[in-house]
């Protein structure tokens, strides 16, 4: 079946640390990539977004995602979090053929910093 | 409003109950998006409005499920005949088109539990 893993459940980290949040997809065709954020509390929020062209994307809040086609991975990054950055971060896809809508979600990675 | 308002909040509702959850997406946006978010998981996509007509509405779990946007604006989702699987946080979400214009607003759900 098509779908979105993410591959770390829980991470926990110190402030400064280093981030990388893993994303597969298994759909083989073009597709837009995104993702999302929920701090606790609140509702989702776009962090990013990959349509096309440079395959590193720039977000908020200092995050990026590269995005490797051959390894069909969109993994995020943040070469130092903080405390703040403490939510559930979620990797979603549209397959290029279902332009309409329809995300496609992983399973969320929750993640934790310590002070 | 400002963002895409969803209520009520939380419905607590007996098993075999009916159930409306409401959402009031941004003005003008004219793509309205239902998401389902059960514990642990990412949310999954049910149906998406594209105006007044369900666009896609491949999601919908069965035919206890229904939703409707009679103006092109507010949506209801309906669920009859509620069973305890049914708990989950329901997302609604708008767009001023599709994904491709910038993706999508959510709001911040309505947890629903049935006792």
């Known amino acids: 079946a098509q779908s979105v893993s993410q591959h770390n459940h829980h991470v926990i980290l110190s402030e400064a640390a280093s981030l990388e949040l893993g994303c597969n997809y298994s759909?083989?065709?073009?597709?837009?990539l995104f993702w999302y954020v929920q701090y606790p509390g609140q509702h989702l929020q776009l962090l990013l977004k990959y349509f096309s062209g440079d395959p590193l994307v720039k977000g908020i809040k200092g995050f990026e995602a590269e995005f490797i086609k051959s390894k069909f991975s969109f993994n995020l990054r943040k070469p130092s979090v903080q405390w703040s950055d403490t939510a559930e971060y979620f990797c979603a896809v549209i397959p290029f053929y279902n332009q309409g809508g329809k995300l496609i979600f992983g399973q969320g990675t929750e993640l934790s910093v310590k002070p | 409003g400002a963002g895409v308002s969803q209520t009520p909040s939380n419905k607590v509702t007996e098993k075999g109950k009916y159930v409306e959850l409401r959402c009031d997406p941004i003005s003008g946006h004219t793509a309205l998006y239902w998401y389902r978010q059960s514990l642990g998981q990412g949310p999954e996509f049910l149906i998406y409005?594209?105006?007044?007509?369900?666009?896609?509405d491949s999601g919908l779990p069965n035919d206890r499920f229904f939703a409707v946007r009679p103006e092109g604006s507010v949506s209801t989702l309906k669920i009859q005949r509620t069973e305890r699987g049914d708990s989950a946080v329901y997302l609604c979400a708008s767009s001023a088109g599709t994904v491709l214009s910038g993706g999508y607003t959510f709001g911040s759900g309505t947890r629903l539990t049935v006792v």
């Open positions: 759909y083989g065709g073009t597709v837009n």
């Open positions: 409005f594209q105006g007044t007509g369900a666009a896609d």
